[in-house]
């Protein structure tokens, strides 16, 4: 890994948030995966809102 990602996976084992780096890293292919399945009307809802902050 490289060293931002470590001191990354490492920032969220310390906020006690995480069990391990394996659950860090299933649950950033899960949410990669819920992205993917995005349709457009929910990319442009989410994108809109985002804006608007």
Same mark, same amino acid.
């Given at each position: 890994?490289?060293? +931002?990602? #470590?001191? !990354?996976?490492?920032? /969220?084992? +310390? $906020?006690?948030?995480? +069990? $391990? @780096? #394996?659950?860090?890293? /299933?649950?950033?292919? %899960?949410? /990669? %995966? @819920?992205? =993917?399945?995005?349709? #457009? #009307?929910?990319?442009?809802? !989410?994108?809109? =809102?985002? $804006?608007? /902050?």
């Amino acid at each position: 890994m490289k060293v +931002a990602l #470590e001191a !990354l996976v490492q920032k /969220r084992l +310390a $906020s006690g948030a995480y +069990a $391990s @780096a #394996e659950e860090i890293v /299933r649950g950033a292919f %899960e949410a /990669r %995966e @819920a992205e =993917n399945g995005w349709t #457009e #009307e929910e990319r442009l809802a !989410l994108d809109k =809102n985002l $804006s608007e /902050r």
